[in-house]
């Protein structure tokens, strides 16, 4: 296994899966838990492939419950996928799902996703019937980043500072997270800074309305889901988050973490605690067990 991801404990094997798009292809990772597999997590994340790390705890999450996680890299922030302004945006998740079916066809299959890429997940699930439960991270319904502080708090906020801060304790992992992605090295920061410049902004908003998000999630109504977003996101406020789940019918769970803004949200064990309970409660191992031995039987 590649040595970036030998921090991910409960990870047995990583494979880099090519997979075709009507334009280009795009870089899937296939993590597999060292526990049975008990199904997928169709992971889309705000992170390039080289730039998983943030996700890590999440991730550890999933391979310790027994679910491997195909990591797709979001939009816009890798070479390989298409830009945030694609006008087949909508098509690009469930295009590499189609590609995936032979394993998001298991007894369980899990979304996941945190910020754009949470909400471009969850406008993609009508058109996965496979996935039936889903975990989201600060989904925003509507974004306004005009705010230069906000670009700062958000180039500042993952740093090695993080590790100075007494609400974050320093560990090996977050140690090697913060000194391996390319998410604080000056090419990352650059690249962030483009991201947030008040004339690329915008286009975030648009790919909000192209995907009609209201509309596509009033027709989860049998998921099972959870929203998590901080108590200090100012991207995805608490009340944001709520407004984004009034329109769905399967009426998902939010939490709220205390002290958390947009992008120290990975970093608080409050959060791995939080996913680590819903599975146990919607995706017990003994249920997982029985409907796979059913499913093979």
Known sequence: MSTRFAHLTGCRKVTVMSVPLLRGTAEVLQLEPTLPTRGYVLALHGFGVNQIFPNAGIYRTFLNAGFGVLAVPLPGHHPAAPPLHSPWLQDYLPTIARHL???????????????????????????????????????????????????KEMLTSVSRDLLRSSDFP??????????????????????LRNFLHPAALPSIQRILDQLNIPERVSRLTDHQMLFITGERDRISPPYDVARLAGYMPCSPQLCVIPKANHTTLFFMPETMQRVQDWLSVHLPATDASALLNSALA
Do not use: K
């Open 101 to 151: 079916a032979p394993l998001l066809d298991a007894p369980i299959s899990v979304g996941y996703g945190n910020s754009i890429g949470a909400v471009i997940t969850l406008g993609s699930l009508p058109e996965i019937p496979s996935i039936r439960h889903g975990v989201f991270l600060q989904p925003p319904l509507w974004v306004d980043l005009s705010s230069t502080e906000l670009a």
């Open 170 to 191: 320093a560990s090996a992992v977050l140690s090697m997270a913060l000194s391996r992605c390319r998410f604080v090295d000056r090419n990352g920061r650059e690249r």
